[in-house]
């Protein structure tokens, strides 16, 4: 527990506070970085997480409908955090064309943003609780490294848009401190509901099934944007299918 605590708390704040270090994060090092956190998440979601999910449980039907229910949760998520959770950077309202297609992404404020994506943390977090109900084959440690992946790019983006929209580095910090405790405090509570007997087995499951949705959507978005306008991109392909190998290995490794 304490290792997956302070792997949550300090991933986030570390990238966070490169900020101070990288000036900017639209170089292709960071693109490929989030195309294959993006390729892990997915992989491990669709390899490892979903069918210990049915695995452990019967009602199925169910299950889907919670993953779904994620799945669009995320999407109502990201109208409020412009894809920051997902490594994106959008300083202020601005418009791309690509193909006709009009892409408007707006300003909202920095507690709205932040309170956004401090949900979708603290579902996160939650995802690494009481092991034990997902069977011995559900091995926390290759999801715990799927949400690292993913939280340091989110945690970056974080701290560049809010540096730029509050003018100055250091009134974000604290922003980027709740951000990172959103995670460690979602494993906290949802053990703390299932050991005291508030959050059943079954309903653990639904948690879970339900943050799988949430990963869906970040991680094929992750990956389908890293290529505008459709080209093909033989890096960013390569980078995904090693992502996605990765998860694999980890998976059938242990």
């Known amino acids: 527990m304490t290792l997956k605590l302070l792997v949550l708390f300090f991933t986030p704040l570390l990238a966070g506070l490169m900020v101070y270090l990288v000036p900017t994060a639209k170089g292709n090092s960071f693109k490929l970085l989030l195309v294959f956190a993006g390729s892990y998440l997915f992989a491990i979601t669709v390899t490892h997480i979903l069918p210990e999910l049915y695995r452990q449980h019967y009602e199925v039907k169910l299950i889907g409908l919670f993953v779904l229910a994620g799945f669009f949760l995320q999407q109502f998520l990201e109208y409020f955090t412009s894809g920051v959770e ?4 959008h300083s202020h309202d601005h ?10 992404h707006h300003t909202v404020s920095a507690l709205v943003l932040l309170f956004a994506l401090c949900i979708h943390a603290f579902l996160e977090g939650s995802m690494l609780a009481q092991p034990v109900t997902m069977g011995f084959g559900y091995d926390v440690n290759a999801v715990l490294l799927g949400i ?3 939280r340091a790019p989110a945690a970056f983006a974080l701290m560049t848009v809010l540096a730029i929209q509050l003018h100055a580095k250091r009134k ?13 405090a979602g494993l906290l509570i949802s053990s703390y ?3 005291s007997k508030l959050l059943t087995e079954t309903g653990l499951i639904y948690l879970y099934a339900l943050v799988c949705g949430n990963f869906l959507h970040i991680s094929t978005t992750i990956v389908f944007e890293s290529s505008p306008e459709h080209r093909f991109n033989i890096w960013k392909l390569g980078v995904a ?7 694999v290995a980890v998976e059938y490794a242990i």
């Open 86 to 89: 997902h490594g994106h950077i």
């Open 95 to 104: 418009t791309h064309n690509h193909h006709g297609h009009t892409h408007k």
């Open 148 to 150: 690292a992946l993913h």
């Open 172 to 184: 974000a910090l604290p922003h980027l401190i709740v951000f990172s405790i959103a995670a460690p």
């Open 193 to 195: 509901f299932v050991e």
């Open 241 to 247: 299918v090693i992502g996605a190998l990765v998860a």
